[in-house]
């Protein structure tokens, strides 16, 4: 099963290797050892990287490697801005980042999608947003292992998913 997490920002950057590299650089100024692997050659408006919380008893990741994406302009998220928000109900229309975190595996490291969202949030005011959710996604709300829809949200998460 693979969860994906998007934040739609205004960042100002003028590529996706930029971005990317000062999100990551933000990361480690403020949190634990990472382990990343860069992906690519893309365009340039496409930075991408697998990324995990590397371990204080091995060379390892503590749990699985999730996949951070970034897509750097209006142009280039537009039609990602217009799927989540067709009426701009939450102001993203002008968006020029669209940060991505997918998970997959059985042991997701959901302690460094809570770091990446304080990142994005700092630095780029970002605005999250999921498929199951939408803009009711709430980070603490996200499940600490697992995926979202396997019975271990919580009861808001639930309640929001249903619409009530």
């Known amino acids: 099963m693979a969860y994906q997490l998007s934040f739609f920002c205004r960042s100002g950057e003028e590529s996706g290797d930029e ?3 000062h999100l990551l650089d933000h990361l480690l100024e403020s949190g634990n050892a990472l382990l990343g692997e860069w992906l690519g050659p893309y365009e340039d408006s496409v930075a991408a990287f697998r990324l995990g919380t590397r371990s204080k008893d091995s060379d390892g990741p503590v749990a699985d490697l999730l996949t951070l994406e970034l897509h750097v302009g209006v142009a ?4 990602s801005v ?5 009426h701009d109900e939450r102001g993203i ?10 998970l ?16 994005v949030v700092s630095l780029w005011k970002a605005v999250p947003w999921d498929e199951s959710s939408g803009f009711g996604v709430a980070a603490g709300e996200l499940p600490q292992q697992g995926f979202p829809g396997d019975g271990l949200l919580s009861r808001s998460a639930t309640a929001n998913q249903q619409g009530r």
Do not use: K, Q
């Not at 280039?76 to 039609?79: F, S």
């Not at 042991?107 to 809570?114: C, E, I, Q």
């Open 76 to 79: 280039e998220i537009a039609e």
């Open 19 to 21: 971005a990317l590299d």
């Open 82 to 86: 217009i799927a989540a928000s067709p």
């Open 93 to 102: 229309w002008g968006c020029d980042l669209l940060a991505t975190v997918t």
């Open 104 to 119: 997959g595996g059985d042991n997701p490291d959901w302690a460094l999608v809570h770091h990446i969202w304080a990142a």
